[in-house]
């Protein structure tokens, strides 16, 4: 197994490098801009905290990077403490953020010119799904190089699929989450409009469940999150917005009239401005209750 440079220690890097440093075999190295977060983690796991990226990357054949955003894989690649300075001809940039295309495509441009290859690989499953190791990789860029650095994906992933050239992971990604964003919101308005018309929203669950309206959010979102209020924060709701940002640009930039992705991108937008930075992608529901004078539960 390679020497491995995970950079990113946030709510599902943190656990995905846990993995890690829980393979056999694995070297890992670990970076994070709040520098406590990398030490602790290299105090509770078989890891070393690195003092900056270029220092992570010295040692490492795969470097990952796990960033709210592809501005923040541009923020660590240049100057004398990035990951540019570190890495050697011949490694592999692996970026698990959920990325948007055309960022990934000129970034790999960049590193190809340099020897290094990319590799956009955005994940999904959530924290638990990473914590398990059960988590579905999209990956774009070349499949051998995918072929090579397959087994320092494995400790995390467990379906791996190569989606196409680089920025393909991105853009079906983004697509993904977008679905997952129309799904949150339309079961919350079908819901509200319900309870306002007398359906108790468990009821409504337990039949639409059985019926063909169901979706992941009807099936376990609402039912874990929205009906007992617990409302945990795993996912912000920034990231689900910048997502389904993505997704309409994708749309957009094809040509193809997508004016539900756009309306969704835009709603997410709205609630996240109005929810804040912390809150968590379920809690657009708050929004869509406090529309309606109606909360789910
Ligand atoms: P968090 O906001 O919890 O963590 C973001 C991480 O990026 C932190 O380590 C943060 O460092 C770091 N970071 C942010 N900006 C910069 C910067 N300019 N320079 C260096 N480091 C930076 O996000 P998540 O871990 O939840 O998400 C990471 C990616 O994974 C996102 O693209 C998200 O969309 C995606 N994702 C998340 C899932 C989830 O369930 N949470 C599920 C699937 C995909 P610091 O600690 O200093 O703030």
Redesign the pocket.
């Known amino acids: 197994m390679p020497h491995v440079a995970f950079?990113?220690?946030?709510?599902?890097?943190?656990p995905m490098a846990v993995r890690l440093a829980n393979a056999p075999g694995v070297t890992l190295t670990v970076w994070?801009?709040?520098?406590d977060?990398a030490e602790r983690f290299a105090k509770e796991h078989d890891a070393r905290a690195a003092d900056s990226?270029a220092d992570a990357a010295r040692t490492a054949d795969v470097v990952i990077t796990?960033?709210?955003?592809s501005?923040?894989?541009d923020?660590?690649l240049d100057g004398p403490d990035g990951l540019l300075a570190g890495m050697r001809r011949g490694t592999t940039l692996v970026d698990?953020?959920?990325?948007d295309p055309n960022s990934s495509r000129r970034i790999a441009g960049r590193l190809d010119g340099l020897g290094i290859a990319f590799l956009d690989a955005?994940?999904?499953?959530?924290?638990s799904?990473?914590e398990q190791g059960t988590?579905t990789v999209m990956v774009g860029g070349d499949a051998a190089v995918l072929a090579r650095v397959r087994p320092v994906l494995e400790p995390f992933g467990t379906k791996i699929v190569h989606c196409g050239a680089v920025g393909a992971g991105d853009a079906l990604?983004s697509v993904n989450?977008a679905l997952l964003a129309v799904h949150v919101w339309s079961a919350a308005e079908g819901l509200a409009a319900l309870a306002k018309a007398g359906v108790r929203p468990d009821v409504a669950l337990d039949v639409i469940n059985a019926s063909s309206g169901r979706s992941n959010a009807s099936m376990n979102l609402f039912p874990e999150r929205v009906l007992t209020r617990a409302f945990p924060r795993?996912?912000?709701l920034?990231?689900?917005a910048?997502?389904a940002g993505i997704a309409a640009a994708v749309a957009r930039e094809q040509k193809v009239p997508a004016p539900l992705l756009q309306l969704t991108a835009d709603l997410f937008r709205i609630a996240h401005t109005s929810l804040g930075e912390e809150a968590d992608?379920v809690e657009a529901v708050r929004l869509v209750e406090q529309w309606a004078g109606q909360e789910i539960a």
Do not use: E, M, Q
């Not at 698990?96 to 990325?99: E, R, W």
């Open positions: 950079l990113g220690l946030g709510a599902i890097g943190r994070n801009r709040t520098r977060k990226p796990c960033f709210a955003v501005a923040d894989v923020s660590v698990c953020t959920s990325g955005p994940v999904s499953g959530g924290t799904g990473a988590l990604k989450n795993t996912f912000r920034a990231l689900l910048k997502d992608h």
